[in-house]
């Protein structure tokens, strides 16, 4: 059986169900998802890692207990599943990391980061895993903004401009601030079974357009109950924006960085950029994203 998704712009024919894809049946397919059986290696690579092996045009994954993922040419992915995995397992790594492998084999750079929109444009929320991108941007929807993004934000060049492709109608979220915004879990939704994350749903409070970036908040968690908004300036755009790449060893690997370096210059010439600073106990969490608010809707 095949399923139809769209994610980042591009239809999808998949034979795995993925829940957090938008369905769409309309338009040519853009990527082909198989079951397959993947050979442990690849010809001729021109990079090999930890787990990781790519050339110019396939890119190898293999995660431990759950897959191996072979992408080839931006447009077909095969997948040989563990038997002992559960399919959420192999969804939550093909939404994030063979769709970042995808957008860069089709010179899209996927930058780490949640994003809502605001007048039109696109504001990103990025940051280390655990800084609270997600929730933030989860308030920032109860106070009826619409989401664009989770956890990947795919980026292009166009018209001298970097624009942001909506990624797909969901997001992941702690248990602990799932109650804190009374958000149901279900079993179903934990997107692993030893981690307590869920997905949930934001067909409700979805952007489905392009939009230019206007502004990225870098968000770090600290030990301690203050808040703190600073602007970065000059030169010290770029590498601030480099740390914050998806999977960021990717690009040197598969031979993307002169279309990052692109992509990242024009950024940083394009947004303002901001450190946001937040207590790292959940009691400060509503004291926080109302900082957040008055600093981000000015």
């Not at 969804?91 to 994003?115: C, D, K, T, W, Y």
Request: charged content about 25%; glycine content about 6%; proline content about 4%.
């Amino acid at each position: 059986m095949q399923y139809k998704f769209k994610a980042f712009g591009l239809n999808i024919i998949s034979e795995f169900p993925f829940r957090a894809l938008k369905a769409d049946e309309k338009g040519i397919s853009d990527i082909i998802v198989k079951s397959s059986s993947i050979l442990e290696t690849i010809n001729g690579p021109t990079y090999k890692g930890i787990n990781i092996e790519c050339n110019d045009s396939k890119f190898l994954l293999k995660i431990p207990n759950v897959a191996n993922f072979l992408i080839i040419n931006g447009n077909e992915v095969l997948i040989n599943a563990d038997p002992e995995a559960e399919l959420r397992e192999i969804e939550l790594f093909f939404m994030g990391s063979v769709l970042s492998v995808i957008l860069m084999q089709r010179n899209i750079i996927p930058f780490h980061g949640s994003a809502f929109e605001k007048e039109g444009k696109a504001v990103i929320i990025t940051g280390n895993s655990g800084a609270g991108k997600s929730t933030l941007l989860r308030y920032f929807i109860a106070q009826g903004y619409k989401a664009i993004s989770d956890d990947v934000c795919a980026l292009s060049v166009r018209n001298d401009k970097v624009m942001l492709t909506p990624s797909y109608p969901s997001s992941k979220i702690w248990s602990d601030v799932m109650d804190e915004f009374d958000l149901i879990k279900k079993e179903e939704d934990q997107i692993r079974p030893e981690i307590e994350k869920y997905a949930v749903s934001l067909k409700e409070t979805f952007v489905d357009k392009d939009l230019e970036v206007a502004s990225i908040y870098i968000l770090k968690s600290k030990n301690n109950t203050k808040f703190k908004i600073e602007e970065i300036r000059g030169f010290g755009k770029f590498p601030a924006l480099k740390r914050n790449l998806y999977r960021p060893k990717f690009p040197e690997a598969m031979g993307k960085e002169k279309e990052t370096f692109v992509l990242l210059n024009q950024l940083a010439q394009q947004i303002q950029l901001f450190t946001l600073s937040r207590s790292n106990s959940i009691k400060y969490l509503d004291a926080f994203n109302c900082f957040a608010k008055e600093n981000i809707i000015k």
